[in-house]
């Protein structure tokens, strides 16, 4: 069972990573591949927030945003509804595809505990999984996922050609 996690600086490009690996699996026949996406929300290219994405339904919400309520990390409002309706529920759903994707396991993310259960579950599951892990979160699931996954730290030098060597190694 092969659990990978890339992590790197900000903006580095580690969900990238993540979506090109999962964009060359995707065209394998009868490979189902669940989890979430998040993506940049831009307005006048500036980050307003960030979208999340059920991979397996395309259900699409908001993440977080700058303005707006709830918990707040930075300057984003992280927006627990979507966070748990779209976020974990797709987790839980995603327990019957090939891999589950993890984009991110993060600040924002680990805010909700149904998040943090329905990774736990993922965890739990005997399932391949390509997780973005937050490069300095101390939090439990964190340090989790950094002993129990291979993580490879996403760079300019690296990050062109780690979606092919991922995907080769979860094929």
Known sequence: MLRIAVTGRPGIGKSTVVAKT????????????GGIQTTEIRKEGQ???????????????????????????????????????????ALRNALDCDLIVIDEVGPMELKSEAFVLAVEAVLE????VLAVL?????HLLAQ??????????VDEGNR????????????
């Open 22 to 33: 999962a964009e060359k699996l995707a065209d394998q026949p009868g490979f189902k591949i």
């Open 47 to 89: 980050r307003e927030g960030f979208s999340i994405r059920d991979l397996a339904t395309g259900e699409t919400g908001i993440l977080s945003r700058v303005r707006g309520s709830g918990p707040r990390i930075g300057k984003y409002h992280v927006n627990l509804e979507d966070l748990e309706k779209i976020g974990a529920n």
């Open 125 to 128: 599951s005997d399932k391949p």
């Open 134 to 138: 937050h490069r300095s979160s101390s």
């Open 144 to 153: 989790r996922i950094r002993k129990e996954f291979e993580v490879l730290t």
């Open 160 to 171: 062109d050609e780690l979606p092919e060597k991922i995907a080769a190694r979860l094929r």
